[in-house]
Nanobody, 117 residues
């Protein structure tokens, strides 16, 4: 069982930066792909960024060049550095761990990011 706890959300103005962090416990962090999703009110959950267990980074077109995902296997953490924020980045951001063995996604409870214009 994997537990995920996000932190770092909050309020920002357009053009500013925020950094989200996710602490993982349980399981074998280094073997998991780690992902950040977001969900805006009335919208479907959207995959924002992925960092695979071998360090490959994948980004949604909407955030490419502005958001950067990183992981620290020694600390079992994953971060999302968000720059040049836009009002349309406003959403609840969820950390997710994909465990290849068992084909299972685990989820955190989410952290709110609000960007004002």
């Amino acid at each position: 069982q994997v537990q995920l706890v996000e932190s770092g959300g909050g309020l920002a103005r357009a053009g500013e930066s925020l950094r989200l962090s996710c602490a993982s416990s349980g399981g074998f962090f280094e073997y998991n792909d780690m992902k950040w999703f977001r969900q805006a009110p009335g919208e479907q959950r959207e995959l924002v960024a992925t960092i695979t267990n071998d360090g490959e980074e994948i980004y949604a077109d909407s955030v490419k060049g502005r958001f950067f995902i990183s992981r620290n296997n020694a600390k079992s953490t994953v971060s999302l550095q968000m720059a040049c924020l836009k009002p349309e980045d406003t959403a609840v951001y969820f950390c997710s761990a994909y465990v290849h063995f068992g084909d299972v996604h685990y989820w955190g409870k989410g952290t709110q990011v609000t960007v004002s214009s």
